[in-house]
């Protein structure tokens, strides 16, 4: 059973375009929703996280908008670079108990 | 800190071998969970434990699949024997738990079946 499901799974974005992902949750009891960013040859690294008392989260140029009614939330990469070209994860949780989305492979060209 | 560190960085091993995965936590954190990446399945957590003590294993594929963690600073997760499906990166990572419940992965086990 899939409890997180993540949309694209691969997106291709020109240089300082703004990168989309999307994920849907189906538990209401997760209380935390991070995304990770997987390099080639990496382990996943978390990138930013929100919890469901606010609508939205920003560092630099990485935004979580988050719709708790609707359970989804994606992330908005603003100026994506051809640094950012990663594979991306959202995360939903409660405690321990933490379900990936599926990953979206982003590529930034240049 | 060094970080989560796994061993070895890439296994290769024929069918019906036994495998035995390493994992050294960050020092401090008290959870722990393996997971496999696959094309296909994307990242499944496998099992975790919280304070050296197996809490949710529903992830392990078969009895095929066994972990241990004899104590805070060390894990393995053993096949045997192995099949060429089992063939995937498997992960390990830390977490020092609520309520950020950050986990911190190592850099993986590249593992090949033939």
């Known amino acids: 059973q899939q409890q997180v499901k993540q949309s694209p799974q691969s997106l291709i974005v020109q240089k300082g375009g703004i990168s989309i992902i999307n994920c849907a949750y189906e538990?209401?009891?997760?209380?935390?929703f991070p995304w990770y960013q997987q390099f080639p040859g990496k382990g996943p690294a978390l990138l930013i996280a929100?919890?469901?008392?606010?609508s939205e989260k920003k560092e630099g140029r990485f935004t979580i908008s988050f719709n708790k009614s609707a359970k989804q939330f994606s992330l908005h990469i603003m100026d994506s670079q051809p640094g950012d070209s990663a594979t991306y994860f959202c995360?939903?949780?409660?405690?321990?108990?933490?379900?990936f989305g599926a990953g979206t492979r982003l590529t930034v060209k240049p | 800190d060094a970080g989560v560190i796994q061993s070895p960085r890439h296994e290769v091993t024929e069918m019906g071998q036994e495998v035995t995965l390493r994992c050294k936590p960050i020092?401090?954190?008290?959870?722990l969970f393996w997971y496999r990446q696959t094309m296909m399945r994307g990242l499944e957590l496998l099992i975790y434990?919280?304070?050296?003590?197996?809490?949710?294993d529903s992830g392990m594929p078969e009895d095929r699949f066994s972990a241990k963690m004899p104590n805070a600073s060390f894990s393995t997760l053993k096949i045997q024997p192995s099949e060429p499906r089992d063939s995937a990166v498997y992960f390990c990572?830390?977490?020092?738990?609520?309520?950020?419940?950050?986990?911190?992965f190592g850099a993986g086990t590249r593992l090949s079946v033939l």
């Open positions: 020092s401090g954190h008290n959870s």
């Open positions: 995360a939903a949780s409660k405690g321990n108990d933490m379900r």
């Open positions: 538990n209401t009891a997760f209380d935390y």
């Open positions: 434990f919280n304070n050296n003590v197996p809490i949710d």
């Open positions: 990572a830390s977490t020092l738990g609520t309520p950020k419940n950050i986990q911190y």
């Open positions: 929100i919890r469901p008392d606010v």
